[in-house]
């Protein structure tokens, strides 16, 4: 060794695992994990900023429970794949920048400038989204908007790179494993040590996709019922007032006192017509009973029984036809939790309730009361809580 | 290179590129006033990896191969592997940087006793693995 302190170079690295094939195998996994995100979460985002052309599906009811439970999981077995990708092409972050500047210098410049791109992009939508799971914002923008644009960046950037790849990827999955002549790498010194591995390259899979695995199972709880307790990590046990865990709580939304008010009142609208409802009026009304799960963005979701009064029996109250859509306002007075839109195809849905009770009792005020908003198959964030207006929309 | 290869970099490509633009432009679209904040935790992920995780990872690979006797080599490598990345994914529940007083449902797990539990478990098993290869070695 010398004795001369020096940045290290790409041929320092010397260890047979650092090798196209273990790179290739753990990125096409790495690269369906990002997509499976990819694809839930562009889903997610329409179903909480639905554009114009999209009409968000009213069932089966479990829908969202289902893809943003699968997209938590995606970018939670995504943090093993992209770490053991990263350490097997460390060295290539030392490989000497071209100089003097040349076309082929100025195309590998730009190849390292779009990995630079992936690798930040990446890393980012992991750590936000893991943070964002439990309720850690220790940043100056918004998480939706933020995660949502990067979103794309990374995707992109992962296809851009398969395309400049393809043809060393379609080489090292085609060679096997384990075969002991090595890959040739140009650029990689002949003369350096080849260092006697602590494992074999199938080994190092194994380990990885057992990783990504445990990674998985150790969150799947606040998802998977019946993985709850074996989840150390889940984000929530699924305990919480009458057996519903809860996102927002009341302190949070400032709601405490208002919401317990006995002045409150259901106001619906539907241009100049409207009505004034009490609790004991809403409960007057024909009750209807429905098993749905709430399920947030953050991935976590739990089953209940709902009873409440149905949205187009409301609808009708002020003369509205059944599947008018509804804007909902809460005594929440945060914008992105205080009101949200109901679309025609769930006011006319029969499981669309205005729920008073959940699991056979009262609503605890954790969970809304007076009443809230329970819609199959839709983000929990639109379930507004502690409802005090329903206005149909011309 | 094949046609088909030639075909897929073209599609994966022309796809690649759109997306990065749209991106590009819902990342303009979202406001000056969050550029900034952004950008801090766009690069400061790479940095921390780079600069600072992946480094440390090669040192105590390099340390591991020259101190470690044969036999426990591989279960240390598996064991840091596995144990290493379930520790970064456990980060935000070990320190419940999230949790509020007022919703005691969230973050309600012992994680802490459960991520000591399991790594004095997976520090068993390295040696036990390790005690298993020596007599095989031997």
């Not at chain 1, 554009?51 to 999981?73: A, D, E, K, M, N």
């Not at chain 1, 409960?283 to 949205?311: D, F, K, N, Y």
């Amino acid at each position: 060794m010398s004795a001369r302190l020096r940045p290290p170079r790409e041929a320092d690295f010397s260890s047979p695992l650092r090798d196209d094939r273990v790179t290739a195998r753990v990125g096409l996994w790495l690269g369906i994990a990002f997509l499976v995100a990819f694809l839930t979460g562009v889903f997610s985002h329409y179903g909480q900023d639905t554009p114009g052309w999209f009409t968000y599906p009213t069932g089966p009811v479990s829908l969202y429970r289902i893809t943003q439970g699968i997209h938590v999981l995606a970018g939670t077995a995504a943090v093993p794949l992209l770490l053991v990708k990263l350490w097997s092409v460390y060295p290539k972050l030392f490989a000497r920048l071209p100089w003097p500047p040349s076309r082929a210098g100025l195309v590998n410049g730009l190849e390292r400038a779009s990995v630079a791109v992936l690798v930040s992009s990446a890393i980012f939508q992991l750590v936000t989204g893991l943070q964002n799971m439990t309720h850690w914002y220790p940043w100056g923008f918004s998480f939706r908007s933020g995660h949502y644009a990067v979103a794309w960046v990374a995707i992109g950037s992962i296809l851009v790179h398969v395309a400049v790849k393809l043809p060393i990827i379609r080489d090292a999955l085609a060679l096997p494993i384990d075969a002991a002549t090595p890959m040739p790498v140009a650029e990689r010194d002949i003369n350096a040590r080849v260092a006697d591995p602590a494992l074999s390259r199938r080994a190092l899979l194994r380990t990885t996709w057992a990783a990504a695995g445990l990674a998985v199972l150790a969150t799947a709880g606040q998802s998977v019922s019946w993985l709850r307790d074996v989840s150390i990590f889940g984000v929530r046990s699924g305990d919480g007032p009458q057996g519903v865990p809860v996102n927002r709580s009341s302190v949070e939304a400032g709601v405490t006192k208002t919401a317990l008010d006995p002045g409150w009142r259901l106001t619906l609208v539907n241009g100049s017509v409207k009505r004034q409802l009490t609790r004991a009026e809403l409960e007057a009304m024909p009750q209807h009973t429905r098993s749905l799960p709430i399920a947030c963005v953050e991935g976590w979701s739990a089953g209940a029984t709902w009873t409440g009064v149905l949205m187009a029996d409301l609808a009708a109250l002020v003369d509205a036809p059944g599947d008018s859509e509804l804007f909902i306002s809460s005594l929440d007075l945060n914008g992105t939790f205080g009101t949200s839109t109901l679309p025609p195809q769930f006011t006319a849905n029969s499981n669309t309730l205005l729920a008073l009770k959940v699991n056979g009792e009262t609503l605890d005020i954790e969970h809304g009361y007076p009443c809230r908003v329970i819609a199959p198959a839709r983000p929990g964030v639109l379930q507004t809580k502690w409802v005090t207006s329903l206005e149909v929309v011309a | 290179m094949t046609r088909g290869v030639q075909l897929g970099r073209v599609m994966f490509s022309v796809l690649g590129v759109g997306a990065l633009a749209y991106g590009a432009w819902l990342t303009w679209e979202i406001g000056s006033s969050q550029w900034l904040a952004l950008g801090k935790w766009l690069a400061g992920g790479v940095i921390a990896h780079d600069l600072m995780f992946a480094p440390i990872v090669v040192v105590l690979g390099v340390i591991g191969s020259r101190l470690l006797p044969s036999f426990a080599r591989a279960p240390v490598a598996v064991v840091v592997v596995v144990w290493g990345t379930l520790t970064v994914v456990a980060i935000p529940f070990l320190g419940r940087f999230g949790a509020t007083a007022s919703n005691p449902t969230l973050l309600d797990r012992p994680y802490r006793l459960s991520w000591f539990i399991g790594t004095a478990v997976v520090a068993a098993a390295v040696v036990v693995a390790s005690f298993l290869r020596r007599r095989r070695e031997q």
